[in-house]
């Protein structure tokens, strides 16, 4: 299954540069993700925008699949890297900025997906989980009976990406998923968090 990590945006409320290329534990953020998807199993490929130019070089000289979207809008590109690739089955969608996912929480989503047999997925955290640890909290809805917000990782599929797909919602009260990293402080945290895993 393939997995598109979307790392086309500026990140410019933590004004670091691109902010997928942020270093915590002296690797860059966006490397977390890619190798949480690679342990999993899944083709990682990363969309990017011109907004994201040294993405795009770090990308290249790593060797790591990208693809440079038109840069429209977060579900914009999706639909459009997907038609590009030509995906026809489900694949994974998820934020760059997610450094302290895992591959059991892959894992969890994908079983998760396949036991409801609905065309999509969507995870969410608790509302007051995301506060707790600092993230930006943009949108909420009730999910299982509690305010929730997403987590950035998703699942649909690319033969209906231009029509609306029943999903599964997920609810994940997992810190982990919390680390959303949008200001100095959320990354002065995470990077305490980071450096504790990988002494591990």
């Not at 966006?30 to 990363?46: L, N, T, Y």
């Not at 969608?93 to 079983?111: G, K, M, N, Q, R």
């Not at 990406?161 to 609810?171: A, F, K, M, Y």
Request: glycine residues 8%.
């Amino acid at each position: 299954m393939y997995a598109l990590i979307l790392a086309g945006g500026l990140g410019s409320r933590l004004g670091l540069g691109e902010k997928p290329l942020v270093i915590l534990a002296g690797t860059p953020m966006i490397r977390f993700v890619i190798d949480a998807f690679e342990a999993s199993g899944h083709e990682v490929v990363v969309i990017i925008s011109r907004k994201t130019p040294y993405t795009h070089n770090w990308c290249r000289a790593q060797g790591i699949a990208h693809y440079t979207a038109e840069g429209s809008g977060y579900v914009e590109d999706i639909a459009e890297a997907a038609a590009v690739l030509e995906i026809d089955g489900p694949f994974f969608t998820c934020v760059a900025d997610l450094p302290c996912l895992e591959e059991d929480i892959i894992h969890t989503l994908s079983f998760s997906y396949r036991q409801s047999g609905k065309d999509a997925l969507s995870s969410w955290i608790p509302r007051d989980l995301a506060e707790k640890y600092g993230s930006r909290v943009a949108f909420v809805e009730r999910v299982e009976g509690m305010d929730a917000c997403p987590a950035g990782i998703n699942i649909l599929r690319g033969d209906r990406i231009e029509s609306p797909q029943e999903e599964v919602r997920v609810l994940m009260d997992d810190p982990r998923l919390a680390y959303n990293i949008n200001t100095r402080e959320a990354l002065d945290q995470v990077a305490r968090v980071m450096c504790c895993r990988k002494e591990r």
